[in-house]
């Protein structure tokens, strides 16, 4: 495949046309400066192998696309048009995964003739000659060699990563028994005069290279095990690891039969451990903790991780059954972060007091708003976990009473005198429970309530995730729905993407998208769009609205940011500041681990939390491995038996989920 792009030289001169050329036989992407240069056979301007190389269409447009050389060459390209960029990274990309197979099985390339006398020997022949070694009986991998032939008890106190320490060493020795096997065989050629000798500029550059690589591995070995020497404290190098794996489930268990709970009027069994302990609000304590996710390393050092994850991946390719690195990870379940959405709780509670429809709207535009800042809990973009199927989260919120200024319409931040959730007489309880009802597609369904305000809000997502070059994109499919049974009104509202930046730099955060909050009863509704940050220039996080009544008449006008300032500009020509940075966040309450159920957000991910806490990344993909293939295991035993899983708390409604006990407007 051969073909006119344009590469980015320098900053002068930025991008200049060159004649490209892919050789799949070689594994090699070739430039000239035009096409007659190549038609001449002249020396191609530039080569680099593809090899372990990472293609990665660009999301700053529809044109560009980067090579990312296993050898730390990077070439910048730009296409005619979209259609021609797709086209090239598809047979780049199918190069390079021909080239890690044969690499992976040690087959032999098929090696065509070169065009010049100064490349007599091709790399290719050098790997060939190489494999031969790799295979012959006295040099195979498999071997056992004395490191390998260790007792069983020195085995069984071994940690997972010390035992994969242990191994990368026997094998790069086996390697460098390997190379220096082949450093004589090279040596062993005629010094001149043939074709293929010993001075020979590739056969130099071989030994040169196989040295440097071993040099490699033996350095990053070295790190890997001063790394895991730091960590020792923080590990248990005498436990048994698939031993404490089965403490997971044995020792929840054991607790919930220890401590007597019943489960829906049913004493706790490992078979009824699926479903949802009783919960006593007098066990709820406030979850006074703000943590921010610490740096684990920074992406520069897990970029390797990251570039051949992003090898195996397609424009566009669904992220739904992609397992993500585990550093990357937020210390908490998708669960509990959807209870973000009532950090604000007071501003949800207001709504229900309101008196006129219009009011009412606004008050419902101005939590929606509110509700987004408070998931991010650091400048870093992390993931949170995904949720186990079945997996359930429970809080709540003991929200102060209003004085008389917070009575009032536009008033929307309680008073910053009043001592918040210090004690639960007179106060408006809120109370949130989330449950993961499908795992293939996941979604998530939350429902939150303020019975003494007659107020609940009825949720579900569905997160389709998508890469899109350098970002990834979660699109939030689903709706919020806020009934106020005094006024017999229901609010409907939709949910922006999501998308993650810069995943090869510093991963951040933005929302974009267009979202409609609509009230069918009173004929209110508004249109809020999240802006995303254009290429060149422009703001980041900005956002718009605007709210309409039945009469199509806009009567509230909203600009500025959803993570910091909001202005609201009302039809009578008054203006309203809301500082989200500035408002008072109330603590909600969370039961502790040891009174939670099996399959509650934070008892299920306790050790992937505890591990990421202290940065044990190895212990934490471990724990983080188990119960994900612990439910693939289950799926494929309920899959076996034709049975469909069955959900607690959340039951099917049309296309979306609904909460079994939904508040009732209690009967005159």
């Known amino acids: 495949m051969e073909g006119q792009l344009y590469k980015y030289t320098n900053v002068v001169k930025g991008f200049q046309y060159r004649w490209f050329m892919l050789d799949p036989q070689r594994g090699t992407l070739d430039y000239y400066m035009t096409e007659d240069n190549r038609k001449q056979q002249q020396k191609p301007r530039g080569s680099v192998h593809l090899t372990g190389a990472v293609v990665s269409p660009s999301d700053e447009d529809s044109q560009t696309f980067t090579v990312n050389a296993a050898n730390g060459e990077v070439y910048r390209l730009r296409a005619q048009d979209a259609r021609e960029r797709q086209h090239w990274v598809s047979r780049l990309r199918a190069v390079v995964q021909r080239q890690g197979e044969v690499l992976s099985q ?35 991998l498999s071997v056992v060699t004395p490191q390998r032939q260790r007792s069983a008890s020195a085995a069984a106190s071994l940690t997972a990563t010390q035992e994969s320490l242990r191994n990368a060493k026997d094998v790069i020795a086996v390697a460098d028994t390997q190379k220096r096997a082949l450093v004589s065989d090279i040596e062993g050629l005629p010094q001149c005069g043939h074709p293929l000798n010993a001075l020979d500029h590739d056969c130099l550059l071989l030994k040169a ?32 690891l698939s031993q404490s794996m089965a403490n997971i489930t044995s020792a929840n268990n054991h607790s919930d039969i220890a401590s007597g709970q019943e489960v829906n009027g049913e004493s706790s069994t490992s078979a009824a451990s699926y479903l949802v302990p009783y919960i006593n609000p007098a066990d709820e304590v406030a979850d006074t903790k703000q943590e921010t996710d610490r740096d684990l390393g920074g992406v520069e050092e897990h970029k390797s991780v990251i570039l051949h994850l992003l090898s195996q991946l397609k424009l566009g390719m669904d992220l739904t059954r992609v397992v993500l690195p585990t550093f990357i990870l937020e210390k908490r379940s998708l669960l509990e972060m959807y209870a973000d959405f009532m950090a604000h ?13 219009d009011a009412r709207m606004i008050a419902v535009v101005e939590y929606y708003l509110c509700s987004f800042h408070v998931g991010r809990k650091g400048s870093l973009a992390k993931k949170p976990f995904n ?8 809080c709540s919120w003991d929200v102060p009473q209003p004085t008389k200024s917070t009575q009032e319409e536009v008033q929307t931040e309680v008073d910053k005198t009043e001592t918040v959730g210090s004690t639960t007489d007179g106060n408006d ?16 369904a939350f429902y939150a309530e303020c019975a003494s305000k007659n107020i609940c809000m009825n949720s579900w997502i569905w997160t389709k995730s998508k890469f899109l070059g350098m970002s990834v994109g979660v699109n939030m499919v689903g709706e919020g729905v806020i009934s106020l049974l005094d006024h017999g009104e229901e609010y409907t509202a939709t949910f922006p993407s999501a998308y993650g930046r810069s995943i090869l730099t510093v991963p951040w955060m933005e929302l974009g998208g267009r979202c409609n909050i609509q009230c069918p009863q009173s004929g209110y509704q508004a249109a809020i769009t999240f802006h995303t940050k254009p290429f060149y220039g422009g703001k980041v996080h900005r956002v718009s609205a605007e709210v309409k009544n039945p009469s199509n008449a806009v009567i509230c006008r909203i600009s500025g940011e959803w993570n910091g300032t909001l202005e609201f500009s009302y039809s009578s020509g008054d203006k309203k500041v809301i500082d989200t940075t500035k408002l008072p966040s109330i ?63 959340f039951q099917r409604k049309g296309e979306g989920w609904g909460y079994n006990r939904i508040l009732q407007k209690p009967s005159s």
């Open 345 to 357: 709780p007071d501003m949800f509670v207001r709504i229900a007091g309101l008196s006129t429809p």
């Open 106 to 140: 040690g087959i032999p390339e098929p090696v065509t003739p070169t065009h010049g006398s100064t490349e007599s020997l091709d790399l290719r022949t050098s790997v060939r000659r190489y494999s031969g070694l790799r295979h012959s009986p006295s040099n195979s």
């Open 209 to 240: 290279t196989s040295q440097s690589a071993m040099d490699c591995l033996e350095q990053c070995l070295g790190m890997l095990q001063r790394q895991d020497n730091a960590q020792g404290h923080r590990s248990q190098p005498n436990v048994d």
């Open 387 to 394: 949720p186990i199927i079945g997996e359930t989260f429970h």
């Open 587 to 649: 603590p909600k309450k969370v039961r502790p681990i040891s009174l939670q159920g099996t399959f509650e957000s934070r008892r299920l991910w306790q050790h992937v939390t505890n591990s990421l806490k202290v940065g044990d990344i190895n212990t934490a993909t471990e724990h983080k491995r188990y119960l994900e293939e612990r439910q693939r295991q289950e799926e494929r035993q309920r899959k076996e038996s034709s049975t469909s899983w069955e959900t607690k708390l």
């Open 429 to 444: 309880r809120v109370t949130f429970t989330a449950e993961q009802v499908s795992h293939h597609p996941p979604v998530s």
